[in-house]
């Protein structure tokens, strides 16, 4: 079975937790506001829309049902879809949940299937693939508002990229994607962004070298990517 994850949280640093969950597991939707046990900061709340004051009440992530539900999906049988995977696995393993089952990071998925495009984040991949002419049909089906950067609402464009990638790549391929390096073909920030990397790697390599030794917070496929036009120089 998929399991659809999607979290919001403090922030992106390494003392950052959860603070709201969303979940499909088949046709069954979960989603809870969670206790941080830290304060929200003005940036994250600008984003998510959660506050301090909506998640004062609410359980830590350990004695939430969001929680059980997790624990009670998380077989080797089950396969985890999120869009950043390594991010949803990183917060949960602070949680005390490590996955056992395969995982589908329908981000890299699509850096991969569907290279040249100029972004990959959710909302842009709502309106690229044109997902938002079958979205109020999709939402209504699980009966979910549709809100971007809910956690739920989040899972269910997920999912809806899933369905997407599926008609590229069956479910095994997607996997091995998930789970191998990617080869990204432009820049996402910087002065280069959205350029080509072998091109920048002909006309300014030293730039490319720059990025790769000065910024340690990499993500790894970038780093690899580089690496990769570099060497072929």
Known sequence: MYVVIDVETTGLEPSDRICSAGIIAGETTHYELVHPGKKIPPQ?????HITNEMVQEAPSFGQSAIYDTIASLNIPE??????????ELSMLQKEGIAWQGSVIDTLKCAQSLMDDL????LQFLRYELRLYRSEEEFFKRFECALMPHHALSDALHTRMVLDYLLELADEERLIEISRSHVLLTRLPFGKYAKRRIEE????DPGYLKWMVESLMDMDEDLRYSIDYY???K
Do not use: M, T, W
Not at 78 to 87: E, G
Not at 118 to 121: I, V
Not at 200 to 203: D, E, F, M, P
């Open 230 to 232: 570099l060497r072929g």
């Open 44 to 48: 994250a709340s600008a984003i998510h």
């Open 118 to 121: 100029e972004g990959y984040a």
């Open 200 to 203: 920048i790697s002909l006309k």
């Open 78 to 87: 089950n396969i985890l879809i999120s869009h950043n995977a390594p991010f």
